[in-house]
């Protein structure tokens, strides 16, 4: 049955031109240690390098493509959907079945937000101890240093403990304000929060005043403190979240205690670690480029993707803030309560609830084959038998898919992305002619070959984003409740290069096929999330390499994504052969909070 769902900004249902997929060898130059500061100063030194450099990145393929004359531009995929008539706008019920704690015996079992409310509860942990075990283990500037500092750029003790403490008074009163009430989040360091600066990933410069601690909280995760959430620090993220492998010379790259030898993923790179390590059941993170949902598929947990605007309305056509979890039940939770209606945000504001599909929903998945295949024999391997399992187990019917131009779409929101940043960056310092000066070398590079794309390129782009919109509209409306399913990487892992720690690398190859899936509900606005299916063998280090599915909605999805999530983690814990993975060195928070004096 068709949705009856309405919607602002939904584009034409439009099937779009027959385009075979021909994935093409990409030739940009690798740079790392000395390459890359001879790189990044002649391509800030010489404009005709710099748009040698963007030319040959293919930014500008898409003014080949003949049919984009027949589309409007979309400059910003804004797609809302609307409150039906005659209903008083609300926000989303955090239902009973999001906490029910996971049985104790479950391989692999993380704690959740459940777990810790129940804990509190019963008296048997407060959440002072574990504030003062997390802080512990967490905060910078120890001797010796904390474990797990890397995934923390800042944490604010006397902030934790106060929250902390009047959460412990709530609770033993008998009237906390959720199931998040004293459970421990980590937040990505670009999002303000009252009292913390937001470094994105930079190194502190005192004499800027962006670098001043924020007065105010932004609206999703004041909700979640609103809830009794308690931030404990802001996470470590890639400089700027111009990339995805997570690696960031100034703060140090955080460990993807999966497998150390292999990067965590961006830019939400701290929230992956983090979450991998056990440290919180919830990070809230970011995703221009799959900064939420490529750690979460790296590191081994849930990762969603909101429709653009859904959660906060920021400056940007792609960016989102999302939540990021060890489970589905909490990625759940902080969605629900993450994404209340803003009054002062006329956009995210008027966004109707995602409705969970009913139990006799029609359940399609879509499978563009040629795209889907391009991954990894290891990866397909994975992620078939998962597939496998939704068509054969839990009904869900799978149909073949086409998309156009899915190579010169992904070269557009790459252009777009980097052409965004360098405005940012731009409105981020006292005088814009020194943006770069606080940057490390692979941003100086970045930005500078991003600030070559002009307004028509802008316009080629918009173009394209319209086409693959109504193309998508066209498919959600022949198939209703259509998934589309891919990895969320065509890799399940990133080698670690020796050395990069002291100047980073670029190598936009790899960018680029790390990207090859995930930019799509960015440029589109879609809602997508990640959740891990299965593990592969890591080629160095020790431990096992996550495998992430991928899943992308109509806009306004979510809902329907959460409940796929929840398949994929029934699947992985009752299903997979040993089911799920915990690194060596995760650590169990509540057994140490309950030594900790």
């Given at each position: ?102 049985p104790k015996d479950l391989a692999g079992r993380f704690h959740s937000a459940a777990d810790y409310h129940e804990l509190f509860k019963s008296g048997k942990l ?472």
């Amino acid at each position: 049955m068709a949705s009856t769902q309405r919607f602002s900004g939904y584009p034409l249902p439009r099937e779009g031109p027959k385009t075979q997929y021909t994935p093409t060898v990409d030739k940009n130059p690798v740079l790392r240690g000395w390459s890359l500061i001879i790189g990044a100063k002649l391509v800030n030194y010489s404009s005709a390098i710099a748009q040698a450099t963007w030319t040959n990145a293919k930014f500008g393929c898409v003014k080949d493509i003949p049919e984009l004359h027949q589309y409007d531009w979309r400059l910003q995929p804004i797609v809302t959907p609307l409150v039906p008539d005659g209903v008083v706008q609300s926000k989303a019920e955090v239902t009973p079945e999001l906490c029910q704690r996971q049985p104790k015996d479950l391989a692999g079992r993380f704690h959740s937000a459940a777990d810790y409310h129940e804990l509190f509860k019963s008296g048997k942990l407060t959440p002072v101890e574990v504030a003062k075990a997390l802080l512990r283990i967490i905060t910078r500037g120890q001797n010796p240093r904390a474990k797990y500092e890397s995934a923390f750029a800042v944490t604010k003790a006397d902030l934790v403990l106060a929250a902390a403490k009047k959460s412990t008074e709530r609770y033993a009163a008998g009237q906390p304000l959720s199931v998040l009430d004293g459970v421990p989040i980590g937040v990505k360091d670009d999002m303000d929060v009252e009292g913390y600066t937001s470094h994105m990933g930079q190194r502190f410069d005192p004499s800027n005043p962006f670098f001043e601690p924020a007065t105010k909280t932004i609206w999703p995760i004041a909700q979640l403190e609103a809830a009794g959430a308690i931030v404990v620090g802001k996470l470590v993220m890639h400089e700027l979240g111009s990339d995805v492998s997570g690696c960031n010379p100034h703060w140090g790259t955080p460990v993807n205690w999966n497998n150390p030898a292999y990067y965590p993923g961006g830019s939400s790179s701290g929230g992956g670690s983090a979450l991998s390590a056990g440290l919180v059941p919830i990070a809230i993170g970011t995703d221009a480029g799959g900064s939420i949902r490529i750690p979460a598929s790296f590191c081994g947990a849930y990762g969603l993707k909101p429709t653009l605007h859904r959660a906060h309305t920021m400056k940007s056509s792609i960016c989102v803030v999302g939540p990021m979890a060890a489970t589905a039940s909490d990625l759940a939770i902080a969605y629900r309560i993450m994404t209340a209606p803003n009054p002062d945000d006329p956009i995210q504001g008027s966004f109707g609830l995602s409705i969970p599909p009913t139990p006799t929903t029609k359940k399609t998945i879509g499978l563009c084959r040629n795209w889907f295949d391009q991954s990894s024999h290891d990866v397909l391997e994975v992620t078939w038998k998962a597939i496998y399992y939704f068509a054969t187990t839990l009904g869900y019917e799978l149909v073949d898919i086409d998309i156009p131009y899915l190579v010169e779409g992904q070269y557009a929101h790459s252009g777009w992305a980097l052409t965004e940043g360098v405005d940012h960056q731009r409105s981020r310092v006292l005088d814009p002619a020194k943006a770069l000066s606080n940057l490390n070398y692979c941003n100086q590079l970045l930005m500078t070959v991003g600030a070559c794309s002009s307004g028509v390129d802008m316009i080629k782009w918009g173009q394209v984003r319209g086409l693959l919109m109504e193309h998508l509209a066209f498919l959600f409306k022949k198939h209703p409740n259509l998934l589309i399913v891919t990895p969320t990487v065509p890799d399940a892992g990133w080698k670690i290069h020796p050395g990069d720690e002291a100047y980073g690398f670029s190598d936009g190859n790899a960018t680029i096929r790390y990207m090859m899936y995930i930019w799509l509900a960015n440029a589109t606005g879609c809602p997508a999330v990640s959740a891990p299916v299965g593990y592969v063998d890591a080629e160095v280090g020790e431990g096992k390499l996550p495998v992430g599915l991928m899943a992308m909605g109509e806009w306004g999805a979510e809902e329907q994504l959460l409940a796929w999530a929840k398949d994929t983690e029934t699947y992985l814990n009752t299903v997979y052969e040993g089911g799920r993975f915990r690194p060596k060195d995760w650590a169990d928070v509540v057994e140490i909070a309950k030594s900790t004096e």
